[in-house]
């Protein structure tokens, strides 16, 4: 093969081609529901033949009992299959059913999907992110998930991190009153801004819990206060709403947590609806689906800041991908070092200094899950919170 031929071979070809000598096969899958206190984080083992494994994860709220039965309703289509044909292994699960898309079945494949990748980089004995292209940045900014205090968020300026992300929006004991709601969440920006000077960046998560009046109200409150953006402030149900709201306002916008896959970023990039998308490689594909969203991002000149609210499995996964991904600006992080929880990813692997996340040098995903202690803390269901309006009415959370 001349040179410039085996050049243009893409990474991903290139380790999927190695990987074939191996000759894997999937032998099964496991699914393991972990109780985190108030949430409870979903993963998946997928077995091959030859001993490697591969860990996933599709975390979702309210929903984990479900999601874990979905992740094991693909068991009957991948067994027997090559577990490094990610993509074509992606596409059948996606679209062979009749039924495609929402949440449940897109967290599902998803957990399977990173697996996967978990796999492929085992057996190459490589990150995933070198499958990827390789870094396009020798490290990768975090902000980090905090209390809306303005002591929450100097303890994060005190570690390190340039940003940091809450939602400070008032609603006390599930009663939303729009004009209190709104007027008392700038307030409360306004507090953490003047304590942690110009230069920090302050994430507002709104949670989608505003309606479009109070969206606006609050938006404009907030724009002299320079947030790096407001995060979720319409519903997905209407694109119209976001539109509406963009006129209005120049706050940065942020959307993308319950979005999936490239399709339900289209608009959202092609339209410059927003300023930053959120997907969350949890949700809205894996690995491989993650990395063209971002490539729709770039492609129109928008940031990307995955969401990640959930365990190391999700951040690392999510790290691989922000390493190769020009448009992958920022990463949300929400560091969980309780012992146990260091216990159960065997001492953890993702590595945070000054605010910034080292590459991942570890093969594969980078992580492993303990059975023992996640045995130790199985499932337990929960409730959201029941937020209503003054008459009783039922407000979105």
């Not at 599930?174 to 942690?196: D, L, M, N, W």
């Not at 922000?322 to 216990?343: F, G, R, V």
């Not at 059975?371 to 199985?378: G, L, T, Y």
């Amino acid at each position: 093969m001349l040179r410039r031929q085996f050049l243009a071979i893409p990474a991903f070809a290139l380790g999927v081609a190695r990987a074939k000598p191996l000759n894997l096969k999937i032998s099964g899958l496991k699914t393991f529901v972990v109780n985190v206190g108030s949430v409870n984080w979903v993963f998946v083992k997928v077995y091959t033949n030859q001993g490697l494994t591969g860990l996933g994860e599709g975390s979702i709220t309210s929903k984990e009992a479900t999601l874990s039965q979905a992740i094991m309703e693909h068991e009957r289509f991948l067994e027997g299959k090559d577990p490094t044909d990610i993509e074509a292994l992606w596409q059948g699960m996606y679209r062979y059913p009749r039924w495609r898309g929402g949440p449940i079945l897109n967290s599902a494949i998803s957990a399977v999907e990173i697996a996967l990748w978990d796999i492929l980089g085992k057996a190459l004995d490589q990150p995933i992110y070198k499958l990827l292209g390789g870094a396009t940045r020798r490290r990768i900014r975090m902000y980090k998930d905090v209390g809306s205090t303005v002591e929450a968020f100097q303890q994060a300026k005190a570690e390190g991190y340039t940003a940091a992300k809450s939602g400070f929006i008032a609603i006390d004991k599930g009663i939303v009153v729009p004009s209190y709601a709104t007027r008392e969440a700038a307030k409360r920006v306004a507090a953490v801004r003047a304590a942690v000077g110009d230069d920090f960046d302050i994430a507002i998560d709104a949670h989608g819990q505003l309606t479009t009046v109070m969206a606006i109200d609050f938006c404009t409150r907030v724009e002299e206060l320079r947030p790096l953006f407001v995060e979720e402030p319409t519903q997905l149900e209407d694109l119209g709403e976001l539109a509406h709201l963009r006129s209005k306002t120049k706050v940065p916008l942020a959307t993308g947590e319950r979005s999936f896959t490239k399709y339900g970023f289209n608009e959202f990039c092609n339209r410059h609806l927003v300023d930053y998308i959120q997907p969350d490689v949890c949700h809205a594909g894996g690995i491989l689906e993650l990395k063209k969203i971002g490539v729709l991002a770039e492609t129109n000149r928008v940031e990307m800041a995955p969401h990640n609210p959930q365990s190391e499995v999700s951040t690392l996964a999510s790290l691989h991908v922000d390493a190769t991904t020009p448009s992958a600006t920022i990463q949300e992080y929400s560091p969980n070092k309780a012992p146990w929880i260091l216990d159960l990813f065997n001492g953890g692997a993702v590595k945070v200094k000054n605010g910034f996340a080292e590459l991942p040098d570890r093969p594969g995903l980078g992580v492993d899950l303990n059975e023992k202690v996640a045995a130790e803390h199985p499932y337990k269901p929960i409730n959201r919170p029941n937020n209503v309006f003054l008459d009783g009415a039922v407000a979105d959370h």
